[in-house]
Every structure is written in structure tokens, then in C-alpha cells.
């Protein structure tokens, strides 16, 4: 290709670049469309062969650039390194998951439907997603369920006519009746026979004496049951009295009662239960603006009992007259509806002109604060005094620490359980939620405090706490619902995996099977509060 100078002219140029670019574009279609008749081994075969095209063509054309001008081989040889690059990153992106993946997919075994057996045919599904099945999304965290909740059942329910149960009427003309023996049976005339009797009475008409036409409303309702829901679910946020937190949790002491008496504020105190809230609200000229997550695992009477509590069950409230507590039938009644939080908060805008929206915000903030305050035992869990021998037994059999745990999982259930109040770097809000990053650690280092913060997660704590100088006062609900495995990684992710907490050189990261060791022992936040006190830590 040399002329006699040793020079090239651009024309050459352009033309080893045009037929470069035309491979490129080969290549790129073969990856980005592969045909259906080609193999991914032809696939790999043609893509590597024009490679390999371009590759001797860049080294022979470079062989003849070194007398030309440096203006042409200069921009000539970038374009080649990008080009070599382009492709590189090309193969990379395109090449495996497009031509490789598809065709390892297509040469997986079909799945195994399942069977009466599971272990002879074992499902195709993994635990996660049997687990969904099986609780009908419930297994879900709560974040998940209120940030992803399950579409709006839009089944038509139609329910059809009853006939009368204990009457039927029988036309009979007279040569009929002669034949059967009425002496025993109560017959209404027929209009139709006798004009006359049109202006009698029917006799099968109940109704004026139905006494289901007009109940009086009845007061009464499970208040223990009501009480001890509220302070195990809503007290660490609304507190005991019902007077909230301002500008954290809206009060609920009279607010509900303002939700209970507008028009619907039945049905929407229990469906804020059952589906969460969404939205900002404004209870006594303060925004709230939170998401309450539902509450579907509370049983029909334990909802009904907590919304009476929260109407009329504070010393600052006086119950009206006129009271019809919300009863159990009327809670099952709204289940199955599929609403959402945000559903519920636009049931809220409607209720906007009777200022009711605060009790649903109330409960919904109950729940998150619940929340939160469950992640707060975490932090709070101090060494149990009466756990010791059993700790003690699993550091027989492990003598050796082993600090390994699924950190990615304990990151996952922090974040979605613990962060809106701890916070994603485990520092809490000074005098509302306590610190983790770092006094978990000095609680791990206590002696009991591996089954202590266990408890904790298992059956709740309740009771003031003393962290960094600052009283912490509120109530932690118990997190069993969690497997053995989120337990601890979470646990041990409160412990070191903060960024601010360095981990100790002999850590021993507590396992599911500690956790499991811990289930069904009975205990209440109190009796977890009464191991904190042993440990002398406040």
C-alpha cells in the first residue's frame, strides 16, 4: 500500500475506518439481536473471528503509518484505542447476558410441581416466598408491607336473596282443601279468592315487632384487654395518658372521640388498624406527617378493644351518653379489603371538615413508634442475669470466636425496623430514641448480655432506661415474628456494624440457634426491664 513517498493520503484513512466501523456495528447487532438460528457458540465463534479481523487490520495499517503525517496517525491510532475499548466494554455488557445467559436458562431442568409429598417432590419456591403464601403477606416486614402493600381486592362479593324460613304460601281451591286434613294448620286467605280478605292482616309479618329494627347502643367492652393493648402497642408514642408527643405524635385523649362521632369515623378508627396511614394530617393546629404501618395481626376483639380504649378509655375524656363501643363483627367486616395507607388517608380528607383524621394518624404513628421502639430495645438490650448458664453452654462448645455473620441481612432488617428512630448511623435522637452504636457493644460485653439482647428482640422491654446520661421512658413491643436468622444478624449488626463502633478482636457473633433457645420461655417486657436492672447499667 506504500506510494513512493511513503506517504498516505486521508482517503486511505477513511476507508479502513469505514471498514472497521462496519464490523463494529456487525459485531454489535450479533450481541444486541442474536439471531435465533445461531448457537451462542457461533455466536462467540463470529464475534471472536472479527476481532481478530480488526486486530490484524489496526496492525498492518499501523505498519504503514510511521512516514506519515502525525496529524493523521495521531487522531487514527485514538480512534483505535477507543474503538478497542468500545468493543472490550461491549463483550463485557452484551456478550455473557445476552447470548450465554439465555441459553443456560433455557437448559435448566423445568420445575417440579409440587406435591402431597414435600419430601419427595420439594417445592420450586423459595422459604421467603412460601412464607408469603402461607401468611398471606404478613411475614413481610412492616416498612414492606406499607411501602409495597398488597393491591386492592376488587372481587365483587354478591350475597343472595334469602326466602322466608319458617312460612310459605299454598294456593289450594276448594275440591283441593276437601281432600287434605288442614285441622292442624293456620291458613291465610287468598286476596285473589276472597276480595274481603285483602284488608286482613298478614299474618307472617314480623317486623313491627322485630326488636333487631332499633338496638340501644351498648357502652360495654373488654377495658382490660383494651388497656393492656394500648400500653404494650400505642403508649410508647402517644404515652400512657393519651397526650402524644407534639410535633412527634399526635394526641389521641379527645381526638378520637372527634374521629368516633363524625359520620363514618367508625369504620375509618378501624380500617387505620387494619391497613396503616399515609399523609399528613393536622390534630390541634399541628402537622404530623408519618407512616403507620397495619396492623392486621391484632385479632378482631384486641382492635376493637384498643379504638374503644383510645375514645373513651383516658381520665380526660368523659364518655357520652350515646357511647356504642365498636364491636368484633365490625372489625371482620373490614378485613379483606384490600386498602392501602394512602386509601385510608384519603378517607381522612373526607372526614377533614370534623378534624377526625387525628386518631387514625394517632394509631398509625403508634405503629411506627412501635417500631422504632422495638429497634430501641436492641440498643437498650443489657445482659440477662437469668440466662447465664445457658450462654455459658454455647461458649463451651464454641470455644473459638467466630465474628462471621450475614451482614448484609442484619443491614436489611435494621434499616427497615430500627433506622426511622435509631437512626442508619445507630446515633437515635437524644431524649426520644436511644442510641445503639456503641452502648450495644458495652451491653454485648456485659455478662449475660448475648441472651439479654435476645430477649429483648423476642418479648419486648418496658420500663425507663438510662443511656449516655439521658432517660429513655417507653415501651418496646416484642419482635418474634422475625426467624432465628434476622434476630441475630440484626442484633449483631447493632453490636459492630456501625461505622462509629470498632469491632472488638475476639467478637463471637451470636447465632440462630441461641435465638431459637430463647423462644417460648414466656416472658414479658417487664420481666426483660427486671434483667436490665441486674445489670446495673443505668
Known amino acids: 500500500m506504500a506510494h513512493g513517498n511513503g506517504k498516505h493520503g486521508p482517503g486511505l484513512y477513511i476507508i479502513v475506518a469505514l471498514i472497521l466501523g462496519v464490523i463494529t456495528y456487525v459485531e454489535y447487532y450479533i450481541v444486541e439481536f442474536p439471531p435465533i438460528w445461531m448457537s451462542s457458540g457461533w455466536v462467540m465463534f ?15 495499517f499501523f505498519m504503514h503509518l510511521r512516514d506519515d503525517d502525525k496529524l493523521y496517525t495521531g487522531f487514527f491510532a485514538s480512534g483505535f484505542v477507543i474503538a478497542m475499548a468500545t468493543f472490550v466494554a461491549l463483550a463485557a455488557m452484551f456478550l455473557f447476558p445476552r447470548a ?11 420445575a417440579i410441581a409440587a406435591h402431597a409429598d414435600p419430601d419427595a417432590y420439594p417445592s ?12 398471606d403477606g404478613l411475614s413481610r416486614t412492616v416498612v414492606d408491607r406499607t411501602l409495597a402493600p398488597r393491591p386492592k381486592d376488587q372481587s365483587l362479593r354478591i350475597t343472595p336473596p334469602a ?19 288442614l285441622a292442624d294448620v293456620d291458613i291465610a286467605p287468598d286476596p285473589e279468592a276472597d276480595p274481603a280478605a285483602a284488608a286482613l292482616p298478614a299474618p307472617e309479618d314480623p317486623e313491627p315487632d322485630d326488636p333487631t329494627l332499633a338496638v340501644a347502643p351498648d357502652p360495654t367492652f373488654d377495658r382490660t384487654l383494651g388497656a393492656q393493648v394500648y400500653t404494650q402497642s400505642c403508649s410508647g408514642c402517644h404515652q400512657a395518658n393519651g397526650q402524644g408527643i407534639p410535633g412527634v405524635f399526635p394526641p389521641l385523649a379527645g381526638h378520637a372521640l372527634d374521629l368516633y362521632e363524625a359520620d363514618g369515623g367508625r369504620t375509618y378508627l378501624i380500617d387505620v388498624m387494619l391497613y396503616g396511614l399515609q399523609g399528613p394530617i393536622e390534630v390541634n393546629g399541628q402537622t404530623y406527617n408519618g407512616v403507620m404501618p397495619a396492623w ?23 364518655e357520652p351518653d350515646g357511647f356504642d363501643a365498636i364491636r368484633p363483627d365490625e372489625v371482620a367486616a373490614e378485613r379483606g379489603k384490600g386498602l392501602t395507607p394512602r386509601d385510608v388517608h384519603a378517607l381522612r380528607e373526607e372526614l377533614e371538615p ?11 404513628e403508634e405503629a411506627v413508634d412501635e417500631e422504632v421502639v422495638e429497634a430501641e430495645p436492641e440498643v437498650e438490650a443489657e445482659p440477662e442475669v437469668a440466662e447465664p448458664d445457658e450462654v455459658s453452654v454455647d461458649e463451651v462448645e464454641a470455644p473459638e470466636p467466630d465474628p462471621t455473620f450475614d451482614r448484609a441481612l442484619g443491614a436489611q432488617v435494621y434499616t427497615q425496623n430500627c433506622s426511622a428512630c435509631h437512626q442508619a448511623n445507630g446515633q437515635g ?16 460485653d456485659a455478662d449475660g448480655g448475648r441472651t439479654y439482647l435476645i430477649d429483648v428482640i423476642l418479648y419486648g422491654l418496658q420500663g425507663p432506661i438510662e443511656v449516655d446520661g439521658r432517660t429513655y421512658t417507653g415501651l418496646m413491643p416484642a419482635f418474634a415474628q422475625l426467624n432465628d436468622e434476622q434476630i441475630a444478624a440484626v442484633v449483631n449488626h447493632s453490636v459492630v456494624g456501625f461505622d462509629a463502633v470498632d469491632e472488638p478482636d475476639d467478637f463471637d457473633a451470636i447465632r440462630a440457634d441461641e435465638v431459637a433457645a430463647e423462644r417460648g420461655k414466656g416472658l414479658t417486657p417487664s420481666d426483660v426491664h427486671a434483667q436490665r436492672q441486674e445489670l446495673g447499667l443505668d
Open 124 to 135: 420450586p419456591l423459595d422459604p421467603e416466598t412460601l412464607a408469603r403464601i402461607e401468611t
Open 429 to 444: 435522637i437524644p431524649g426520644v430514641f436511644p442510641p445503639l452504636a456503641g452502648h450495644a457493644l458495652d451491653l454485648y
Open 100 to 110: 450465554v445467559a439465555p441459553r443456560v436458562a433455557a437448559a435448566e431442568p423445568p
Open 354 to 364: 370534623v378534624d377526625e383524621p387525628v386518631e387514625e394518624e394517632a394509631v398509625e
Open 46 to 60: 463470529w464475534l471472536i473471528a472479527m476481532s481478530l479481523a480488526k486486530f490484524l487490520m489496526v496492525i498492518w
Open 296 to 318: 392486621p395481626q391484632l385479632s378482631d376483639e384486641q382492635i376493637a378493644a384498643v379504638v374503644n380504649h383510645s375514645v373513651v378509655g383516658f381520665d380526660a375524656v368523659d
Open 163 to 181: 326466602a322466608p324460613a319458617d312460612t310459605f304460601a299454598l294456593r289450594l281451591d276448594d275440591d283441593e282443601l276437601e281432600d287434605i286434613d
